[in-house]
């Protein structure tokens, strides 16, 4: 079976288990919160997991460097701050 799940982010980094082969779709922020959507092609329970990392930068925040998969930007507080998710690629 397959189901688009949702997973709740915080502004940082974030360490999310789910299901192996699962395909990001988006990330967007739903009542003011970040939040990760994505196609789950086993919903079974005793399905494999993996742990995917995703990190969150701020425009205009200095990094030495961002690498990553570009996953999609969300805004806040009405547009007043906007983040930007990347996955770390393994």
Not at 22 to 50: E, G, M
Request: with cysteine; charged share 20%; net charge negative.
């Amino acid at each position: 079976m397959q189901a688009i799940w949702k997973f709740p982010m915080v502004i940082g980094d974030n360490h999310i288990t789910m299901p192996a082969h699962s395909q990001v779709l988006c990330v967007q922020a739903q009542y003011d919160r970040p939040v990760l959507w994505a196609l789950v092609f086993d919903t079974d329970d005793t399905a494999p997991k993996t742990i995917r990392t995703f990190h969150t930068y701020g425009t205009g925040h200095k990094r030495e460097s961002i690498e990553g998969r570009y996953i999609g930007t969300y805004q806040l507080e009405g547009g007043a701050l906007v983040f930007h998710v990347f996955e770390e690629l393994k």
